[in-house]
């Protein structure tokens, strides 16, 4: 397949996810809110969800446009609509990764690779324990977060680059941890409002790197 017909030609989409979501941190600093803000929150990984969907060629490519629309979904519903509302949509999300990263599971891992993807949901579910607990309704929080570490540890062990799609989801899975640290007074929210955003969008971003430009190579080859 040309260059014309791969991933590349809708590479404006990418750049103007990228402007999207890295200036969205202007908003994410000054606390704004708003029908606009909520729009210009969800813009970044909404292009990313339409940039996977323009170069999708088969059940992989439409996976992961799925999962990064329910996250865009779920950038929006969080502020529009409530925690619950937006935690629902963000599920759905990390339901169809999982499913397309178990899709893909790499062949062949090292042991330590392996065990990182082994320990991932248990250290997650440790953490969220020590921030939050006993708080009223911590659960909540740690039944959630299951869902992002279970996806972070098959992106980890999926046939994807794991220095993009890997790393990413490990990104975004530190992002709610300290979303979780901040609500928990673990941190003050005037650190983590420094590293909560950047640490999202970055990691939806080279998720949707990881896997759109591996699989439009392959359908290149």
């Known amino acids: 397949m040309s260059g014309e017909r791969g991933w590349d030609r809708?590479?404006?989409l990418w750049l103007l996810a990228l402007a999207g979501g890295i200036s969205f941190f202007v908003a994410a600093y000054l606390r704004l809110d708003g029908p606009v803000i909520w729009a210009w929150k969800t813009s970044g990984v909404g292009l990313l969800a339409v940039w996977a969907a323009a170069n999708a060629r088969e059940k992989n490519g439409w996976l992961i446009a799925a999962a990064?629309?329910?996250?865009?979904?779920?950038?929006?519903?969080?502020?529009?609509?409530?925690?619950?509302t937006g935690a629902v949509a963000f599920v759905v999300g990390h339901v169809i990764a999982i499913t397309l990263y178990l899709m893909n599971r790499r062949a062949?891992?090292?042991?330590?690779?392996?065990l990182l993807g082994w320990l991932t949901m248990p250290a997650t579910l440790a953490i969220v324990w020590g921030m939050l607990s006993p708080a009223p309704g911590w659960w909540h929080a740690a039944v959630y977060s299951l869902f992002v570490a279970a996806m972070a540890a098959a992106a980890w062990t999926s046939r994807f680059p794991r220095y993009r799609t890997g790393i990413g989801a490990?990104?975004?899975l530190a992002s709610d941890l300290f979303i979780f640290a901040g609500e928990g007074g673990v941190l003050s929210k005037d650190v983590t409002m420094w590293l909560v955003w950047p640490?999202?969008?970055?990691?939806?971003?080279?998720i949707a790197w990881?896997?759109?430009s591996t699989l439009a190579k392959e359908a290149r080859a």
């Open 170 to 172: 490990m990104l975004f």
């Open 10 to 12: 809708a590479r404006w």
């Open 108 to 114: 062949q891992m090292t042991p330590s690779q392996r």
């Open 68 to 84: 990064l629309g329910f996250g865009a979904l779920g950038d929006y519903l969080l502020d529009a609509k409530g925690l619950e």
């Open 199 to 206: 640490l999202y969008f970055a990691g939806q971003a080279l």
């Open 210 to 212: 990881g896997v759109v």
